[in-house]
């Protein structure tokens, strides 16, 4: 690693660029590593959140847990994964917690997560353990992975973030067909303390080797002033323009734009939850049996997590705001028609709308965690994404316990329809997202810049 030289150039925004230092500069690697390594530690997690539906069965069966206990220890656990970001990434940014000691932190905790439940039936233990302490560690992979390639990837981070935020659900998909074909309450220990061992050594080395670049860096091939006006020649730039500043967590609540956001993701990020969570016992409940179940589950996964990256690359074309509004309808619209397909027992349309839940319920949130650095710059973005994130506290309750709640009320019915509902309502509130300190003139402006001549003529 080198000390080499830097300038800082200021825009007409007053938004600083650090120029001059190459990602060998810095941590003596290509910048690359800091999307691959991110993106196995991921995956290495993914099965808390996407494994779980084909585990609690077993767990059921062996220790006498309910239904709603089983759903309530992955709503809490939802809840310390989702609370975790914000005070994590204010640490990173104050420079008292590196990258690697979140990482190496959250290694520790994913795999005491599993070991807990292998080892006991007692719920305070599989609370303390799996939900506290797996959903801590977990929340410290997500949000440090997420935050760290949008900062080496500023100028292009829409299929970079798409791609590893993708890992967090299909990294779940083998041991979601090794649960559903082999965990008995018989082997269940075994199985469990591998998967834990996992995530500890995976998580561990990767963490190991992550690191920040500075505040405001930018990369050395591409001038920052051309970029931030539109003139780069970067496509994406027509429908997402950059940031007008860096701005604080106070800062970004005032324009009331991160509140928006938040809120949006509150209940998408439940129904989310309440397919991932529910979709294996309601395919059972369909008289799917277990392996169309857990092939369903492992759809919902796959598609869950390509569809990250996919939209990640199409919100580069089409916009972020606009790809996120088209998803949420989608997701919106699966809902009714996985309950369809369930209560026909229509074995082929409940995979397709598997797929359909599986990319609506995972795409929006690369489209989140691109969009927070847009609109509110990268400097504070991982305490920005952290207050947006945080919005899965109460998601993850709805998603998990209240829904299993809905579930013994209303059935499955109900609650699919109130999940498709609310989705289409959270697609409505997304029509009113604005990048704060930019008029729609200015906006319009950056789009006829990069827009090919024939095409600005209209």
């Known amino acids: 690693m080198t000390t080499a030289q830097y300038q800082e150039i200021v825009d007409e925004n007053g938004r600083v660029y650090r120029i001059g230092e190459t990602p060998h500069d810095i941590m003596g690697r290509s910048r690359s590593w800091m999307v691959w390594l991110p993106w196995i530690a991921m995956m290495a997690v993914s099965v808390y959140e996407y494994g779980w539906g084909a585990v609690e069965g077993t767990l059921e069966q062996k220790y006498g847990w309910t239904l709603s206990d089983a759903f309530w220890l992955a709503s809490i656990w939802a809840v310390f994964q989702a609370a975790v970001a914000f005070p994590a990434g204010r640490l990173r940014e104050k420079n008292i917690v590196s990258a690697k000691t979140a990482m190496l932190a959250g290694a520790v905790c994913s795999g005491i997560g599993y070991f807990a439940i292998s080892h006991s039936g007692n719920l305070v233990v599989a609370f303390a353990g799996y939900s506290v302490l797996g959903g801590t560690g977990a929340g410290l992979v997500y949000a440090t992975c997420v935050n760290m390639v949008g900062k080496w990837y500023p100028e292009k981070r829409g299929a970079r973030t798409g791609f590893v935020n993708g890992g967090f659900a299909y990294g779940a998909v083998p041991f979601i067909y090794v649960f559903a074909a082999?965990?008995?309450?018989?082997?269940?220990?075994?199985?469990?303390?591998?998967?834990?061992?996992?995530?500890?050594?995976?998580?561990?080395?990767?963490?190991?080797?992550?690191?920040?670049?500075?505040?405001?860096?930018?990369?050395?091939?591409?001038?920052?002033?051309?970029?931030?006006?539109?003139?780069?020649?970067?496509?994406?730039?027509?429908?997402?323009?950059?940031?007008?500043?860096?701005?604080?967590?106070?800062?970004?609540?005032?324009?009331?734009?991160?509140?928006?956001?938040?809120?949006?993701?509150?209940i998408i990020g439940g129904v989310s939850l309440f397919g991932i969570n529910f979709q294996v016992p309601f395919a059972k409940e369909s008289h799917f049996g277990a392996f169309v179940a857990a092939s369903s589950a492992g759809v919902l996964a796959i598609v869950n997590g390509t569809g990250r990256a996919v939209v990640g690359w199409a919100s580069d074309k089409l916009g972020r705001r606009r790809t996120l509004t088209i998803v949420l309808l989608i997701a919106g619209g699966a809902q009714f028609g996985v309950l369809y397909a369930g209560n026909t027992h229509n074995l082929v349309l409940f995979m397709v709308f598997a797929f359909l839940t599986g990319f609506g319920g995972g795409a929006f949130y690369p489209l989140f965690a691109a969009l927070v650095p847009d609109y509110f710059g990268e400097?504070?973005?991982?305490?920005?994404?952290?207050?947006?994130?945080?919005?899965?506290?109460?998601?993850?309750?709805?998603?998990?316990?209240?829904?299993?709640?809905?579930?013994?009320?209303?059935?499955?019915?109900?609650?699919?329809?109130?999940?498709?509902?609310?989705?289409?309502?959270?697609?409505?509130?997304?029509?009113?997202?604005?990048?704060?300190?930019?008029?729609?003139?200015?906006?319009?402006?950056?789009?006829?810049?990069?827009r090919p001549p024939a095409a600005a003529g209209g």
């Open 182 to 266: 082999f965990l008995t309450p018989a082997n269940y220990s075994a199985i469990l303390d591998v998967m834990a061992g996992y995530m500890l050594v995976a998580v561990g080395v990767c963490g190991f080797l992550f690191r920040d670049p500075p505040k405001s860096w930018w990369p050395k091939e591409v001038d920052p002033i051309s970029w931030a006006k539109g003139r780069s020649g970067v496509p994406s730039l027509a429908r997402n323009p950059p940031a007008v500043r860096q701005f604080t967590p106070m800062e970004a609540v005032r324009t009331g734009m991160l509140p928006l956001m938040w809120v949006c993701l509150v």
């Open 379 to 450: 400097n504070n973005n991982a305490s920005n994404y952290g207050l947006v994130y945080s919005a899965k506290l109460v998601g993850g309750v709805g998603g998990g316990g209240l829904a299993a709640g809905v579930i013994g009320a209303w059935g499955y019915t109900g609650a699919y329809v109130l999940a498709g509902c609310i989705a289409v309502l959270s697609a409505v509130l997304t029509l009113f997202l604005r990048q704060p300190g930019r008029s729609r003139h200015q906006l319009a402006e950056t789009e006829l810049v990069t």
